[in-house]
Every structure is written in structure tokens, then in C-alpha cells.
């Protein structure tokens, strides 16, 4: 033990803390310019697993991109990044050729949506991230800090489910960020959301709204819709902890079909109660964000400090 804390005084007094120090600060700065030009940002959570919430997530932002507003889609589901996959992107960030100084480029889905997901950065898609806490904190600083998102008017953030290190990440280096929360109508995933719910209020995150997906099922034959799974558990949820209901979405093989296919359907022009549902869905979210303006915050130019700022102590 004494050995250790001899290597660590022999590292500090080298000077090693204070450049670690420095990277972190300078990182924090980056995170804040780059925040800065973004009016909106948006964390779609789920209590669990399997409830489409990367579908929502990736319609979402494909929905308001259509609408004509500027949209970022970040993907912090780091151990399953499935929205490259969901948008048909295939491109790989070793092809792009960057300037040692520049901010890395996004993906581009489209003229408003920029893109980006864990696998854009991968050798090879299906390696897995056999990662710990403090790498998964990291990546997530990098996509923001790191990728030159540019003026966005919303940036839609896909957490993996549950409370754990992604969304808390989240809601510890974007302050502003409000959440959605998706569920199914069934009892058990409710139980789940319910938990999700608490994380926002214990983070003290605003919540924007709950969407209640897979809500009845849209027959391919009929177009009619039949209850499999029950309806109503989300809003009754919503209703419980006072907080707004965006919708619910019936489940529609077309939907299932075109995330395999990377051709989203519930943002497309289709016909169907399903897309007319979800088009609801996007108009209360522009209307939830119209109630409550965000002023963008301009980043300070710097830090009297200079590369000894220590920003756990330093106000800037």
C-alpha cells in the first residue's frame, strides 16, 4: 500500500494529474460548446427490454427531421446499438478522412438527421463491449464532445433499459435533457417504467411525456386493430405520476418489417392507424417542448485557470 501511494505522489508531483486534470477540463468544454448549439435534448428510456423503444427513439427523430427541424439521434445503447441498423447506415468512421483538429462528422440519414452509434466506430458490427462503467462514461462524453453535431433544434438519445450507468451518464453531463418513457401496456413492464419514472425525479429530470407502445395489434388483412396485449396500463401509469400521456401506438408487422428492412415506418407516409398514431405522438412532443422555451446557453471562450483548472473546484 505505501508503495502505491508513493507511485501515486511521484505521479502527481510529475505533473501527471494536472495534464489529466487539463484533458478533463478541456473535454468539459467541449461537451459545453457543443450543448451549447442545441436546443433540445431529448432521453428516450424504458424500464426494460423489448418494448421498441430504439423504434421509437429512431422514429422520433426521423418525424421531426421530416418536419423540417434540424435533429441529432445519439445511440448510448452501447452493449446493443441497433440504429444504424434501424436507418440502413453502414459507414464506417476510418473511411472519412478528418483533419487531426477537427470535430469527427456524424452520419447523415437525409437532409436534417445526423447520426451516431457506437457501431459507426467499430471494426466489425458484431464484436461485443465487454465494457465497465468508466469506459461506457467515456464514450458517451466523446459522442458529445467529440462529433461535430453542429445547430440542432433536437437530440434524440436512445438509452439502453433500465437506470444503470447510460441514462445516468446522461443525466449527469446533460443537465437540460428531458426524458420519454416507453412501455408496453402489460403489467409487468409497467411495474418496470414505474422505475424509470423514479430515476427522473430522483435525477431531477423533467419528464416530457409517456408513449404506450404495442398497444393492440393492427391485423394486416383488415387494417382493424385487436387488443393482445391489453391497452390503457401506460396512461393509467402516466395519470398515477402526474405526468403528460403522448400516446399509444398499436402494434403493425409493417412496423417490425421496416427496422429490419432500414426503412422506419412509423415516420413514413403510410396510411395506417399506426403511423397516424405516432404522427400524434410527435405533434404532442412539439407541443410539450413549445410549452417550456429553452434559451441557448453561449460556452465561456475559456477559463482563467488556463490548463490547471480543475473543474470538480473551478465555478467555470
Known sequence: ?????QQKSSSCSSGTCGSADAKIAKQDMAIKTSLGKIKHKILVMSGKGGVGKSTVSTNLALGLANRGYKVGLMDVDLHGPDICRMLNLS???HDVKIDRNELLPPMQYGENLKVVSLEYLMEDRDDPIIWRGPLKLQAIRQFIADM????????????????GDEPLTVAQTIKDAQAIVVTTPQEVALADVRKSLNFCKHVKMKVI????????FICPHCNKGVEIFKTGGGEKTASEFG??????????????????????YLSSASDS?????????????????????ITLKTADSGCSCGSTCNPSTCSC
Open 91 to 93: 459507414d464506417k468512421l
Open 1 to 5: 500500500m505505501g508503495s502505491t501511494c
Open 209 to 216: 411525456g409517456m408513449v404506450e407502445n404495442m398497444s393492440g
Open 243 to 264: 405526468i403528460n400521456f403522448l400516446g399509444k401506438v398499436p402494434l403493425d408487422p409493417r412496423v417490425v418489417i421496416g427496422g429490419d428492412d432500414g426503412a422506419p
Open 273 to 293: 392507424p399506426a403511423v397516424k398514431a405516432f404522427a400524434d405522438i410527435v405533434s404532442n412532443v412539439e407541443k410539450e417542448i413549445a410549452a417550456a422555451p
Open 148 to 163: 461535430n453535431w453542429g445547430d440542432l433544434d433536437y437530440l434524440i438519445i436512445d438509452a439502453p433499459p433500465g437506470t
